[in-house]
């Protein structure tokens, strides 16, 4: 069984950082792509940031370049992504996911989803 287990959310002051964590179990560490997706209030669930299996390749939505850093650990089978110079247009539910074809650009191309972990930026 496969589960996706995401830790790090919290409130935090705009201008500030958290570090999102994503635990998974039951996947063959390394074959899958990871991603970040995350949805606000009332909104669809936008595309953040993706990496490929083996952290080579990195992907990120054009509003989080410069200040998100996706990155992975095969040994932890744990991805995570690292949020600095947050702002309050960043607050969402934040979601992990794994696609074993590959994509994760997009919602559709998940097989798997964590439950999710709530980041809230204050201004």
């Known amino acids: 069984q496969v589960q996706l287990v995401e830790s790090g959310g919290g409130l935090v002051q705009a201008g500030g950082s958290l570090r999102l964590s994503c635990a998974a179990s039951g996947l063959t560490s390394g074959s899958y792509r990871m991603g970040w997706f995350r949805q606000g209030p009332g909104k669809e669930r936008d595309f953040v940031a993706a990496i490929s299996r083996r952290g080579g390749s990195t992907y990120y939505a054009d509003s989080v370049k410069g200040r998100f850093t996706i990155s992975r650990d095969n040994a932890k089978n744990t991805v995570y992504l690292q949020m600095n110079g947050l702002k309050p247009e960043d607050t969402a539910v934040y979601y992990c996911?794994?696609?074993?074809?590959?994509?994760?650009?997009?919602?559709?191309?998940?097989?798997?989803w964590g439950q999710g972990t709530q980041v809230t930026v204050a201004s």
């Open positions: 996911a794994a696609s074993a074809l590959g994509g994760l650009l997009n919602p559709r191309d998940s097989d798997y």
